[in-house]
């Protein structure tokens, strides 16, 4: 850890001066310790140690506060719990505020008086990158996505030569030598953002959604300069380096004169830039924003795919992102999708906007120094995956994507982990093929 300035420090309490919004103050004095947020958390259900009762991560960011900005706490810290802002009280909030939460907001759900925890968490890790402290494995993630516009770095004739194999087994599958992955091509009613996982790892998700376009006769397009969906400073909690990301995709959008942007399977990509981001860099975009979860819904709805559930006859069960499900309120879409698309689908218990974290987001995936717990938490959504008796797990994120295929290969699950697109390019029925 750096040396720790009043200077360091200063920047850190920022987060709690002046112009401070309503919100962080009303949640920092609302929490009644009632305890009904230690149930909820999967860090407390694998390992049920006070530390990791969301409350306490509250009360954590409000003891700052209660040292720098009421009255009682400057004279008798002791008297209220106040906490200095010092290497001490820094090396918690880094163990706990990135650690030990994913922002999964279930235990927002469960608060008898509503506190906003994951939102406190935010902010508590908003402070810490102003300090400089933000996890380096982290860090290191949006370095990569501010140098080189992708998460995964990699170098824009890279990602073309995936695409141009891509398109060559799509034109193959569809038997059509028209059907192509557009690039760069202005005026096109859909601009596709991708996880940068998806070319370098799973490109039968990138070749799925191309078959449903030209199933959909789609007017689309991808840019080769700014196609990452995802924002890994929504959980560093650089506000600055957020707004850099967000607005090259909304400048991008204007660049290439697209009508909408579809965000592709990223539960966290989805929150960051649809909901998050007009906030980041302070406007409102002048373009529609919707997932692919939501596209492919309105497709099937008006008929622009046919889907032959009959082609899926495996039990599908559904793993619903947190950010997309219980925060987004993107829900009801994908189980529309599984019953059209599937022959035999079954809910995890508890399922929807209940549904356990798998334990991948918040950063976890890129903080390999918190693996043992992620795994431990995990624990508990493989064996809710294992109750169900599925043979594949369907999931609208790549970050779910690769929790739950740790997750399958750790404990012995012998599922298959599937994106939504993917079993509904399974399931689709083309026009005279």
């Not at 969301?54 to 040292?67: F, G, N, T």
């Amino acid at each position: 850890m750096q040396n720790l300035t009043n200077e360091i420090v200063d920047k850190g309490l920022e987060v709690l001066n002046g112009h401070m919004d309503g919100k962080l103050l009303t949640h920092l004095n609302s929490c009644v310790h009632c305890g009904l947020c230690a149930d909820s958390c999967v860090y407390y259900q694998a390992q049920p140690d006070a530390r990791f009762i969301p409350a306490k991560k509250v009360d954590l960011v409000a003891s700052i506060y209660r040292r720098y900005k009421t009255t009682t706490g400057k004279i008798f810290p002791g008297l209220v719990g106040a906490r200095e802002l010092n290497r001490e009280t820094i090396d918690e909030m880094i163990d706990l505020l990135y650690g030990a939460c994913t922002m999964c907001g279930r235990c927002v759900s469960h608060c008898s008086v509503g506190v906003d925890i994951s939102y406190v968490v935010r902010k508590g890790r908003e402070m810490l990158a102003n300090m400089g402290f933000v996890p380096r494995t982290l860090q290191s993630t949006v370095d990569a996505a501010i140098q080189t516009g992708n998460n995964m770095g990699i170098a824009t004739q890279e990602f073309i030569d995936t695409l141009k194999w891509l398109e060559e087994d799509l034109q193959y599958e569809v038997n059509d030598d028209t059907a192509t992955i557009p690039l760069n091509e202005p005026g096109k009613d859909i601009l596709y953002t991708l996880n940068p996982r998806e070319p370098k790892f799973f490109p039968l998700s990138i070749s799925a959604m191309a078959k449903v376009f030209f199933a959909a006769k789609e007017s689309w397009t991808l840019s080769t300069q700014m196609y990452d969906v995802t924002n890994y400073a929504y959980y560093s909690g650089n506000l600055q380096e957020a707004a850099i990301i967000a607005q090259r995709l909304h400048d991008e959008m204007l660049k290439l004169q697209a009508k909408t942007c579809v965000l592709a399977e990223c539960g966290h990509g989805s929150r960051a830039f649809r909901w998050e981001g007009p906030n980041y860099i302070q406007k409102n975009y002048p373009f529609e924003v919707i997932t692919s979860v939501e596209l492919l819904a309105k497709y099937i709805r008006e008929g622009r795919i046919r889907l032959d559930p009959a082609k899926n006859r495996d039990k599908v069960t559904l793993h619903d992102p947190c950010n997309l499900a219980r925060s987004g309120g993107i829900w009801k879409e994908q189980r529309y999708i599984l019953k059209e698309a599937v022959s035999d689908f079954v809910e995890m218990n508890p399922y929807g906007l209940d549904n356990l974290c798998c334990g991948g987001g918040g950063g976890q995936l890129a903080m390999s120094e918190y693996n043992e717990r992620r795994m431990k938490i995990g624990e508990l959504k493989a064996e809710q995956i294992r109750k169900t008796g599925a043979k594949i797990v369907a999931t609208p994120c790549h970050n779910c994507v690769d929790q739950l295929s740790q997750l399958n290969v750790t404990f012995k699950l012998g599922v298959q982990i599937k994106t939504l697109v993917e079993i509904v390019a399974d399931a689709l029925v083309l026009e005279n093929r």
